[in-house]
T-cell receptor
Framework: EADIYQTPRYLVIGTGKKITLECSQT?????MYWYQQDPGMELHLIHY???????EKGDLSSESTVSRIRTEHFPLTLESARPSHTSQYLCASSDVRGQAPYEQYFGPGTRLTVT | GNSVTQMEGPVTLSEEAFLTINCTYTATGYPSLFWYVQYPGEGLQLLLKATKADDKGSNKGFEATYRKETTSFHLEKGSVQVSDSAVYFCALRGLKTSYDKVIFGPGTSLSVIP
C-alpha cells in the first residue's frame, strides 16, 4: 500500500497570491515527481528529484519551484498564482533501489483554481 | 525518443462487455511497460506491469501482454463492471535504470453503463 499524501486536495485562490502545494511520502523513496494534468487528462512532468538537495525541471516549462530538504517532503511553490496555473497537480514517488521496473506511486492530487 | 500511443477515448461500454484498450510504444531496447488507472477525483494507481517480452501482467481481471514484435501492450478485460469506469494510462520506462523517466500515454477514458 502506497503512502503518499497531498494537501490541500482543493484550492481556490486569487491572482497574485503565493501558494505552496504539499507532498509527503512515508515509504523512504528517493525519487519524487510533480506532474501537471490538463483537462484532457494528459500528464506533463514539471519537476523531479533524485534525492535530498536534488531538483530538476521536467519536460513542461513551469513557473513553479520545488525544494527537497527532507527525503519524505517535496513541496511545490507558486510565487504569484495566475489563472493559467489552474490545473490538477499530482505528486509521485518511486523506489530506485533494487531492480526495475521502478513503478511510480501517486498521491491523490491537488486541484488548483486561480480566479 | 521514447513514446507511447494509445487509443483515443472516450470509450463507452455496457456492463459485462469485453474491453480492449490499444497501446503501442516506441523505444530502444527493452522498456518496462505499465498500465495505470485513475478513478474520478483520485491520483493514478498502478494496475499492472511487465518487464520483458511475452510477460503477461494481470490484476483485478485486467490483462496485458508485452509484445516485442508488435511493440504493443494492449489492455483487456473479459467482463467490465460499472466500477471500472476510469481513465487508463499506458506508460513505459526505458533502459530499466532508475534515472530514466516514465513516459505516459495521453489516457483513455472508459465509461461503463449498467
Amino acid at each position: 500500500e502506497a503512502d503518499i499524501y497531498q494537501t490541500p486536495r482543493y484550492l481556490v485562490i486569487g491572482t497574485g497570491k503565493k501558494i505552496t502545494l504539499e507532498c509527503s511520502q512515508t515509504m523512504g523513496h528517493d525519487k519524487m515527481y510533480w506532474y501537471q494534468q490538463d483537462p484532457g487528462m494528459e500528464l506533463h512532468l514539471i519537476h523531479y528529484s533524485y534525492g535530498v538537495n536534488s531538483t530538476e525541471k521536467g519536460d513542461l516549462s513551469s513557473e513553479s519551484t520545488v525544494s527537497r530538504i527532507r527525503t519524505e517532503h517535496f513541496p511545490l511553490t507558486l510565487e504569484s498564482a495566475r489563472p493559467s496555473h489552474t490545473s490538477q497537480y499530482l505528486c509521485a514517488s518511486s523506489d530506485v533501489r533494487g531492480q526495475a521496473p521502478y513503478e511510480q506511486y501517486f498521491g491523490p492530487g491537488t486541484r488548483l483554481t486561480v480566479t | 525518443g521514447n513514446s507511447v500511443t494509445q487509443m483515443e477515448g472516450p470509450v463507452t461500454l455496457s456492463e459485462e462487455a469485453f474491453l480492449t484498450i490499444n497501446c503501442t510504444y516506441t523505444a530502444t531496447g527493452y522498456p518496462s511497460l505499465f498500465w495505470y488507472v485513475q478513478y474520478p477525483g483520485e491520483g493514478l494507481q498502478l494496475l499492472l506491469k511487465a518487464t520483458k517480452a511475452d510477460d503477461k501482467g494481470s490484476n483485478k481481471g485486467f490483462e496485458a501482454t508485452y509484445r516485442k514484435e508488435t511493440t504493443s501492450f494492449h489492455l483487456e478485460k473479459g467482463s467490465v463492471q460499472v466500477s471500472d469506469s476510469a481513465v487508463y494510462f499506458c506508460a513505459l520506462r526505458g533502459l530499466k535504470t532508475s534515472y530514466d523517466k516514465v513516459i505516459f500515454g495521453p489516457g483513455t477514458s472508459l465509461s461503463v453503463i449498467p
